[in-house]
């Protein structure tokens, strides 16, 4: 039984060795291959010094070779450290310098972003580039996979370890804009692994979307889920997701069976994607995550593909995923309440407290969702304080020292017990004395026939603590005024709610994982930032 990532590989190497384990378009390797490719990485990393529970860093556009990488660092006994391809040099230097890279895995066109001081920062023992290394000299030891990986072994390299290892680290955004490693082990990850591969009933028959940037938690579940069950893993070419009705014609031409992506993508997919055009008879589970999926793009969705099995994945990069709700088909056209986060997964304990320290426990109350078990992170590398305080002491353990993770979510119950997302902690604002939760306003906003997607920010004011800003964007072919949305909100909202200003927007900004930018939206609309 695997209790290392990369032993669900060399498992299914074993059993499967002709299946297909990784395709981008055209091209594909075994999972023969796979595990072969990953263990010469392995050997050449050791060969280098790298050593368990070192950090490598992974600077990698898609592709099988990056996928080898991936198993590849955790045979050597290093954890990955991912940073997303699309983002500036200055980000992978900062995320060395914290993590200390003792080696990084790159392509030469990626290499060239990042700065010359990049190596006094980061000094390492050896560089490993997918393709050709530059031509200029460098002051590190330089490897290339087409020279250096034929010269290893293809055996497994024996490295002692434990479940308990740091598997990989996944870099968030830090509140005061420096990026925090969330550190997360092989049980972290494979409590949510094994969880997942049953709960879907993913088999070898499987073809799973891989769409999400490595750096990107939803990625966890691609890969390695992919790898237990010995499922073809098909890499969403990068940038395809801005092009719904070329990612419509991927998805049928792939076959794909299990598909998981944040809900814009979707919503782009039932709004352009010309679904109803296309054979997507292969496709059993629509899976989302990341940001509330907003219910009447949801209800277009399951319209357009009927016939499918749609769940929402709750969690916070820090547990993994520790909540899921599958949505009841169809939507009645009339339900506008926003998706359940739903039920605690397997092996894991959510527990909402409310302000006075109490368990929720029944509707209607609203609590802090804090969360335990063993898919609950390690912590932030390198930052004990953040860390710290993070967690609080189980105020219900009686007789015996446990730490919860504060998700940062206010949540409340339904009827069924499943937990409804209420706001985040860090959305909660206080407007002429009122405290507003931001997401409701967006959700009424967004109800609107003409309105596609709504950010309501909050602009500091003296007089009154803050005044309430929304960027809105349209449906295709709508037109709206600003007037006539605000009657609409006035409509649903008590007036102390209602925007006092609303702007039109062709789009709106994003991280690199597709979420809204809520920090540069925020820097924007407010003065002398």
């Given amino acids: 039984m695997a209790y290392l990532l990369h032993q669900l590989l060399t498992e299914t190497g074993r059993r499967a060795p002709e299946a297909e384990a990784v395709r981008l378009l055209d091209r594909a390797i075994t999972y023969r291959e796979l595990d072969h490719l990953s263990n010469q990485i392995a050997h050449l990393l050791i060969a280098n010094g790298i050593a368990r529970g070192d950090r490598v860093g992974l600077y990698l556009h898609k592709s099988p070779e990056a996928i080898a990488a991936i198993f590849g660092v955790m045979k050597s006994g290093a954890c990955y450290v991912p940073v997303d391809a699309n983002a500036p040099g200055m980000r992978l230097q900062e995320i060395g310098r914290q993590c200390s ?41 330089v490897f290339t996979f087409t ?4 010269q290893q072994s293809a055996n497994e390299p024996r490295v002692p370890a434990i479940d308990h290892d740091l598997a990989y680290i996944l870099f968030t955004s830090g509140s005061t804009g420096v990026p925090k490693g969330v550190m997360l082990s092989h049980l972290n990850a494979l409590t949510f692994v094994n969880w997942a591969c049953e709960t879907f009933a993913v088999t070898a028959r499987d073809r799973l979307s891989q769409h999400a940037p490595f750096n990107f938690d939803l990625s966890v579940f691609d890969i390695f889920v992919a790898a237990k069950a010995g499922a073809a893993l098909s890499l969403v070419p990068e940038g395809l997701s801005v092009f719904p009705l070329q990612l419509s014609q991927f998805i049928q031409d792939q076959k794909i069976t299990i598909w998981y992506s944040v809900p814009m993508v979707l919503t782009l997919l039932h709004q352009r994607g010309r679904l109803e055009e296309r054979d997507l008879s292969s496709l059993r589970w629509v899976l989302f995550a990341g940001e509330v999926f907003p219910t009447k793009h949801l209800r277009a969705l399951m319209e357009k593909l009927p016939g499918k099995r749609y769940a929402n994945l709750y969690g916070p990069t820090e547990t993994n995923v520790c909540a899921w709700y599958e949505v009841d ?21 959510l527990i909402p407290i409310n302000t006075k320290g109490e368990r929720v426990l029944g509707p209607g109350e609203e609590g802090l969702l804090y969360a335990r078990g063993s898919t609950v992170m390690q912590g932030y590398y390198g930052r004990p304080e953040a860390t710290a305080a993070s967690f609080m002491s189980h105020p219900f353990a009686a007789g015996r020292e446990e730490k919860l993770y504060c998700t940062g979510d206010w949540v409340t119950i339904d009827e ?16 002429r004395g009122y405290r507003v939760e931001l997401g409701e306003i967006e959700a009424v906003i967004v109800s609107h026939p003409a309105v596609d997607e709504a950010v309501a920010v909050p602009v500091p004011d003296e007089a009154i603590g803050n005044t309430i ?12 005024e600003v007037a006539r949305l605000k009657q609409h909100c006035a409509e649903k909202l008590p007036a102390y709610m209602v925007p006092e200003k609303i702007q039109f927007r062709d789009s709106l900004p994003r991280t690199d994982n597709g979420k809204i930018d809520r920090r540069r939206l925020q820097s924007e609309l407010t003065p002398g930032k």
């Fill in 101 to 141: 890279f003792r080696a990084l895995i790159t392509s030469n066109v990626l290499y060239q972003k990042l700065d010359e001081s990049f190596h006094s920062d980061c000094p390492m023992n050896a560089l490993l580039f997918v393709d050709e290394a530059p031509s200029r000299s460098l002051p590190v030891s």
């Fill in 329 to 349: 088909a169809p939507l009645a056209p009339e339900e506008m309440a926003p998706i359940p986060i739903g039920k605690a997964c397997a092996n894991t304990d």
């Fill in 469 to 480: 800003h929304a960027v809105v964007t349209l449906a295709d072919s709508k037109s709206l």
């Fill in 416 to 431: 069924k017990g499943n937990y409804l997302f209420v706001g985040r902690k860090d959305h909660m604002i206080k407007t």
């Fill in 147 to 150: 020279e250096h990986l034929p």
